[in-house]
């Protein structure tokens, strides 16, 4: 899991906030690998209708997507820096998804920090978008034209609520929202700890907002650009690669570019004329790769 910066202090609310934070995360990652498999199922021609009673994985192939070209290029694209190498974004991508996924809490590194980030702004980019489109007036009366559009036979099957159906509500006047609440009751877990952290500073009224402003920073996906982060070293990748970063006098003062974890194994080995011996090398690794699946 992703592991949160400046945590409340208390070991059940924390736990909680953590795992909700990282869990619609993932949600929102397995959005946008399944957005890309079925646009590319509807390509090849596909994808038919059973499609929609399947699972994310039923539908998706994450070892298959790891050799996907398009793929890379689409995430690559989106979500990680311009010179970024196109054969490593498939890789970098879904190790965010395994962290995310993993019972260890982990700090990502710069990379990966940088696909989260792009992650959680282009989400919010996107209800903004959707929000203003409402408002500009572009979805009013499209549910006419897409009930319209079926025959009468197949519209009787759905007349108790035709807008159930296409599990979308036309309502013009609701918004989306970056908002999801934590359900009860956990929220109340948290908002009772955030009460007890802020006691010594605040009392009445103003100790309830500040616990209650705290909580809403957990379940409003606008403020993970601040929460889900200790800094934005990441957004340097805009402008260097991770290698450049890291010669960077910048880097000695700041430590932007963590040193990678190495592990140190030893294995067997038989020189030519037979002789045994033992030789140790040295290994980059991922601490989420060294996970079971």
Known sequence: MLQLPNPIGDEKADKIITE???????????DIILDEVVWGMAQRGELDESASTKSFDELVDLKELML????????????????YPLEKANKKFFGLYKLLKAKKEYVPDLTTEYVLYSIIESEIGEVDMINQDIE??????????MIDGFDEDFDEDYDDDEDDFFGVDFDDD??????ERIPEPDRSVV???ALESYK????????EETAEYLVNCYEDLREY?????WDTDCL???????????QLDLNEQLGIVAEKEKKIIEFPFQNKEGKQTRIKAELDIDPWDLEDE
């Open 20 to 30: 909700f934070v990282n869990y619609r995360l993932m949600e929102i990652m397995e």
């Open 68 to 83: 996907d070209d398009e793929f890379a290029a689409a995430v690559s694209m989106s979500y990680l820096p311009d010179n």
């Open 136 to 145: 500009d007036g572009l979805f009013d009366g499209l549910e006419d034209d």
């Open 174 to 179: 609701e918004e989306l929202s970056t908002v």
């Open 191 to 193: 908002k009772k700890a």
């Open 200 to 207: 010594g500073d605040f009392e009445g009224e103003e100790l």
């Open 225 to 229: 650009l601040d929460i889900c982060f």
């Open 236 to 246: 340097f990748l805009d402008d260097y690669t991770e290698e450049q970063l890291a």
